[in-house]
């Protein structure tokens, strides 16, 4: 069975750092693009960037160039997304999604349960 | 950018009616491979977003035959064909033609 699991609800303050992660199983984590997806309080859906772990390749939005950093370690199946500084307005949910593969190419298939960021002085 | 727009924004129905929601692009969806790369995804309350639909018509695994979706190019629907309460939550379509965006999402609750 395909899992995303992704860490746990996170409450900093402005300018703190913060790493998330995605851990995958059930399928090669290696052979897939997962990508990060932002949701705001009460909003939509926003795609961050992607990243494919069997060689780090990663592309990133242009809304998100430079304001995120997405990377993988692929010994022990999890993706990452990370920020050097956080901003109240990086208070949303995030989301870990794949990419599925053949006739799914492109699609995001699977997600994970999201990991709540609130930041707030 | 593509942009997607759904109509309506919300949309409220009676159990054992159907729904539709529609999802316009701002430039066609198809890719210069020949494919048209449209989904949907239903986010229940407090809950990740779900693939429903790919390729515009197909539908993902355990999804039931109650979903459909239709269109070409830029004009794309999503069918309901009787609401069940399971339904309720916000519907969005998705294109990855060019990168990924997200139509702002429909809310299907009952009347």
């Known amino acids: 069975e395909v899992q995303l699991v992704q860490s746990g609800a996170e409450v900093k303050k402005p300018g703190e750092s913060l790493k998330i992660s995605c851990k995958g199983s059930?399928?090669?984590?290696?052979?897939?693009?997962i990508g990060w997806v932002r949701q705001m309080p009460g909003k939509g859906l926003e795609w961050m960037g992607i990243i494919y772990p069997g060689d780090s390749d990663t592309r990133y939005s242009p809304s998100f160039q430079g304001q995120v950093t997405i990377s993988a370690d692929k010994s022990i199946s999890t993706a990452y997304l990370q920020w050097s500084s956080l901003k109240a307005s990086d208070t949303a949910m995030y989301y870990c999604?794949?990419?599925?593969?053949?006739?799914?190419?492109?699609?995001?298939?699977?997600w994970g349960q999201g990991t709540l960021v609130t930041v707030s002085s | 950018d593509i942009v997607m727009t759904q109509t309506p924004l919300s949309s409220p129905v009676t159990l054992g009616q159907p729904a539709s929601i529609s999802c316009r692009s701002s430039q066609s969806l198809v890719h210069s491979d020949g494919n048209t790369y449209l989904s949907w995804l239903q986010q229940r309350p407090g809950q990740p977003p779900r693939l429903l639909i790919y390729?515009?018509?197909n539908r993902f695994s355990g999804v039931p035959d109650r979903f459909s979706g239709s269109g070409a190019g830029t004009d794309f629907t999503l069918k309901i064909s009787r609401v069940e309460a399971e339904d309720v939550g916000v519907y969005y379509c998705?294109?990855?033609?060019?990168?990924?965006?997200f139509g702002q999402g429909t809310k299907v609750e009952i009347k």
């Open positions: 998705m294109q990855a033609t060019q990168l990924w965006t």
């Open positions: 059930g399928y090669s984590f290696t052979s897939y693009w």
């Open positions: 390729k515009i018509s």
């Open positions: 999604a794949r990419i599925g593969f053949g006739e799914l190419l492109s699609y995001f298939d699977y």
